[in-house]
């Protein structure tokens, strides 16, 4: 199948990882895969790691600009024509929009999916219901909460969605005594301390300041309590004075935005993910589990669908402080029941969440969009 996925970012984060790890495995399954994006984005790099083709002449910029328009739909007809691609896998809003107008320009002649990351609404308006009932065959979307929420507004046809949670590389994330050690080693943690993590971006969907109220009740009862914030954001300066203000300033680590998450996730004891926003599917989560990590989640989007409460780790209530403070007080104190979870947490991963599975679905899904294509086109 020769494929198309493009996405409208520059910089990294969640979304433009789901595109590079499918298209780095849909290559390694045999699939022609080239990828759309802005020229000197983190996607343009990841093609090459990928095997993947690369096309760099999108602007892919929001609101009305018609300079960019114009530059974007002539790039997509062209593409189309001479590609001819037997799907076109769109992420964002830009190119979503851009690849189905230059799609029904050329009569429709690619199977055009898109994938819904995030939990944000799609206002139930007509230029919406035109692009996701009319102009698109077939929708990704990354948790079934929200896929379910979807369903339900007229802008979207559910016979013509799924859910697929993104994958993670196992046997990258798998657990290793000697790089513990060397990473317990850099961050400076003693044996004997527990570590919290969290790999998130320092913005407020992610929750940071609910972990650290919770760890501030009970940093009292655990004096060798700390966290390991891993990522960077707005929220940098104002969370380390959160920290100061809660009394938590030498326990908390603020490693900054880290490539090597694996081998950071090492490090920790703990994976925590307290977000109050936006999080479908998280990587970082999957990651940990699959580091043998216990984790503690809140109940927010596609997160619970991912932790099941008192198997891998704990689900608490969303933007709550005294839930999470308990769980992770039942964490902290027993390190066989720390084991415990680690184990089924890694088990959950290999089973329902790996890359190899990701594509696996993705394909499928594909699949299924080119025959509801084929029907629809062929019905006018």
Same mark, same amino acid.
């Given at each position: 199948m020769?494929?198309f996925?493009?996405?409208?970012?520059?910089?990294g984060?969640?979304?433009?990882?789901?595109?590079?790890?499918? =298209?780095g495995e849909?290559?390694?399954l045999?699939h022609?895969?080239?990828? *759309?994006?802005?020229?000197? +984005?983190?996607?343009?790099e990841?093609a090459? =790691?990928?095997?993947?083709g690369v096309?760099?002449?999108?602007v892919?910029?929001g609101?009305?600009?018609?300079?960019?328009?114009?530059?974007?739909?002539?790039?997509?007809?062209r593409?189309?024509?001479? +590609?001819?691609?037997?799907?076109?896998h769109v992420?964002? +809003?830009?190119?979503?929009w851009?690849?189905?107008? =230059?799609?029904?320009?050329?009569?429709r002649?690619?199977?055009?999916v898109?994938?819904?990351?995030?939990t944000y609404?799609?206002?139930?308006?007509l230029?919406?219901?035109?692009?996701n009932?009319?102009?698109?065959?077939?929708?990704?979307?990354?948790?079934?909460?929200v896929?379910?929420?979807?369903?339900k507004q007229s802008?979207?046809d559910?016979?013509?969605?799924?859910s697929?949670?993104?994958?993670?590389?196992?046997e990258?994330?798998?657990?290793?005594?000697?790089?513990r050690?060397?990473?317990?080693?850099?961050f400076?943690? =003693?044996e004997d301390?527990?570590v919290c993590?969290?790999?998130?971006?320092?913005v407020?969907?992610?929750?940071?300041?609910?972990?650290?109220?919770?760890?501030?009740?009970i940093?009292g009862d655990?004096?060798?309590?700390?966290?390991l914030?891993? *990522?960077? *954001?707005?929220l940098?300066?104002e969370l380390k004075?959160l920290?100061?203000?809660?009394?938590i300033g030498?326990?908390v %680590?603020?490693a900054g935005f880290?490539e090597?998450m694996a081998?950071?996730? %090492?490090?920790?004891?703990?994976?925590?993910q307290? +977000?109050?926003?936006?999080?479908?599917?998280s990587?970082?989560?999957k990651?940990?589990?699959a580091?043998?990590?216990?984790?503690?989640?809140s109940?927010?989007g596609?997160?619970k669908e991912i932790v099941?409460?008192?198997?891998?780790?704990?689900?608490?209530?969303?933007?709550t402080?005294?839930?999470?403070?308990?769980a992770?007080?039942?964490l902290v104190r027993d390190?066989?029941?720390?084991?415990?979870? *680690?184990?089924?947490?890694?088990?959950?991963?290999?089973r329902?969440?790996?890359?190899?599975?990701?594509?696996?679905?993705?394909?499928?899904?594909?699949?299924?969009a080119r025959?509801?294509?084929?029907?629809r086109?062929?019905?006018?």
């Amino acid at each position: 199948m020769n494929i198309f996925i493009t996405d409208p970012h520059l910089k990294g984060g969640g979304q433009v990882r789901y595109v590079a790890n499918l =298209a780095g495995e849909l290559v390694q399954l045999g699939h022609p895969v080239t990828i *759309g994006c802005k020229t000197g +984005s983190v996607l343009e790099e990841c093609a090459g =790691a990928a095997r993947c083709g690369v096309h760099t002449g999108f602007v892919f910029r929001g609101g009305l600009r018609p300079n960019a328009w114009r530059n974007d739909l002539a790039e997509a007809r062209r593409l189309i024509r001479e +590609s001819k691609p037997d799907v076109v896998h769109v992420n964002g +809003s830009q190119d979503h929009w851009v690849f189905a107008a =230059a799609n029904r320009m050329l009569g429709r002649p690619v199977c055009l999916v898109r994938t819904r990351h995030n939990t944000y609404p799609v206002h139930n308006l007509l230029p919406n219901r035109i692009l996701n009932r009319n102009w698109t065959d077939y929708q990704i979307v990354v948790c079934e909460e929200v896929r379910q929420r979807l369903a339900k507004q007229s802008a979207f046809d559910p016979a013509r969605m799924c859910s697929i949670h993104n994958g993670v590389d196992a046997e990258r994330f798998r657990p290793d005594p000697a790089t513990r050690n060397k990473a317990r080693t850099e961050f400076a943690y =003693a044996e004997d301390e527990v570590v919290c993590g969290i790999a998130a971006r320092l913005v407020p969907d992610k929750g940071h300041a609910f972990l650290f109220r919770s760890v501030a009740e009970i940093k009292g009862d655990f004096p060798r309590l700390r966290i390991l914030v891993l *990522g960077q *954001g707005k929220l940098d300066e104002e969370l380390k004075q959160l920290a100061r203000d809660l009394g938590i300033g030498d326990t908390v %680590q603020f490693a900054g935005f880290r490539e090597d998450m694996a081998y950071c996730t %090492q490090a920790i004891d703990i994976g925590v993910q307290p +977000s109050i926003g936006c999080d479908t599917s998280s990587f970082s989560l999957k990651e940990q589990m699959a580091a043998e990590k216990p984790v503690v989640a809140s109940d927010y989007g596609g997160l619970k669908e991912i932790v099941t409460d008192g198997e891998e780790g704990f689900v608490v209530p969303t933007a709550t402080v005294r839930p999470l403070a308990e769980a992770l007080r039942k964490l902290v104190r027993d390190p066989a029941l720390r084991a415990r979870m *680690g184990s089924a947490g890694r088990r959950r991963v290999i089973r329902d969440f790996t890359i190899q599975i990701f594509a696996a679905k993705t394909l499928d899904a594909y699949r299924q969009a080119r025959a509801i294509h084929q029907t629809r086109t062929a019905g006018g």
